[in-house]
Structures are given as structure tokens and as C-alpha cells.
């Protein structure tokens, strides 16, 4: 059974930064290309970044200079650095393994004043 958990979520005010964790269980994704996606409320849900088995990335326009993303292949690990945040950032981020078109629970982002 393939799992995908996101944990980091929070609420952060504008130029604040959080990082965001995915932990996949029942699968090892060294090989596969693992992302993050995000959802705000009345949005389609759009990729915020991929990172491919040979650690190539590449990041949605409204997030590129300011999120990152990693994978630690030993932990069975994705992570998304976010800084810089904006208000327009705020949404249900998501952890995505398009190999399984396996999604993780999402975590709640909320960049507020």
C-alpha cells in the first residue's frame, strides 16, 4: 500500500518562510519523478515543482526564485522549502508521486497578516 503524508503546514505571515514534508511509504520513488501541486479555494489545483530521479526541478512561474524543491532518497523524502511567501501562495499543497497517481492528504499554507 502506497502512502503519501505531507506534514509543515501552517500559517505564516508575508515574507515568512515554511518547509513543507512528504514521506512516501510502500514504495521507494529513487527512480520516479515526485511533485508538489497546490489547490487554493475556486482554483484548479497547478504544479508548484517537480524534481526528477536525477534531481532536475523544475517550478511553477509564481513560485520560481523563491521555493525549492529536494528529495532524500535514503528517507523516502520530498520536501518544498518555501520562502518569501505571499498571501496568494495560500492554499492545500499537495504531494504527488505521478508514477502510483498517488496524492498525499494535502497540508493547509495560510500566509496572512
Known amino acids: 500500500q502506497v502512502q503519501l503524508v505531507e506534514s509543515g503546514g501552517g500559517l505564516v505571515q508575508p515574507g515568512g518562510s515554511l518547509r513543507l514534508s512528504c514521506t512516501v511509504s510502500g514504495s521507494t520513488f529513487n527512480m520516479y519523478t515526485m511533485a508538489w501541486y497546490r489547490q487554493a479555494p475556486g482554483k484548479q489545483r497547478e504544479l508548484v515543482a517537480q524534481i526528477t530521479s536525477r534531481f532536475s526541478t523544475n517550478y511553477g512561474d509564481s513560485v520560481k526564485g523563491r521555493f525549492t524543491i529536494s528529495r532524500d532518497s535514503a528517507k523516502n523524502t520530498v520536501s518544498l522549502q518555501m520562502n518569501s511567501l505571499k498571501p496568494e501562495d495560500t492554499a492545500v499543497y499537495y504531494c504527488?508521486?505521478?508514477?502510483?497517481?498517488?496524492w498525499g492528504q494535502g497540508t493547509q499554507v495560510t500566509v496572512s497578516s
Open positions: 504527488y508521486f505521478p508514477m502510483y497517481n498517488m
